[in-house]
């Protein structure tokens, strides 16, 4: 996506799961018993389960973890089907959560949950500064492993109320905030 304003697309994208370190994740294998397991995210992203030892989980929607599990077992077992739930979500502080850093009255890491926007996490902050430059934020996200900017009208949003200027964010999602030129 080029510099502008966050495309729809990328908006309907944040309501699709990141899975993150922490998580504890239910999989299931359709009749077979023994392969269906619950699996913790290790801290460098991955998850070990019968028969598939140490594959990536990290950054992954459940279904595509699902689908390379699914790839990964068809070595051993005939049309496996596999599903993946996150039955636990990992603390704060890590890769689900979103950043708010520079002029907000309190910078800070925000829980991600669904639905999260950058209003909600501008009122979680405390709002920007009298300082802030609140149409010069950016918004980096991390897509194809290198983050990506795109501008935030966060004045217009907070001040003018103007609802076109809020977008929905990810886990892992930064918001800066830079101080305004006098």
Request: aromatic letters at 6%; proline letters at 7%.
């Amino acid at each position: 996506m080029s510099e502008g304003a966050v495309s729809e697309g990328a908006v309907s994208e944040a309501a699709d799961y990141l899975i993150g370190p922490g998580d504890i994740l239910q999989i299931f294998v359709w009749k077979n018993p023994d392969l269906s397991v619950e699996a913790p995210v290790r801290p460098d992203g991955r998850i070990t389960t019968p028969l598939v030892q140490d594959i990536q989980a990290q950054g992954r929607r459940p279904t595509e973890l699902a689908e390379n599990l699914q790839t990964s077992l068809s070595n051993y077992i005939q049309e496996p089907v596999v599903t993946v739930v996150v039955k636990a979500f990992a603390a704060p502080g890590n890769s689900a959560a979103v950043r708010v850093i520079g002029a907000a009255v309190t910078p800070k890491t925000v829980p991600y949950r669904a639905g999260l926007t950058a209003l909600d996490v501008l009122i979680d902050v405390g709002g920007l500064t009298m300082f802030a430059n609140g149409n010069g934020a950016k918004l980096l996200r991390r897509e194809n492993g290198a983050y990506q900017s795109y501008p935030l009208r966060l004045k217009d949003l907070v001040r003018s109320g103007d609802l076109q200027a809020n977008v929905n964010l990810m886990p892992g999602d930064i918001i800066r905030i830079p101080e305004r030129m006098f």
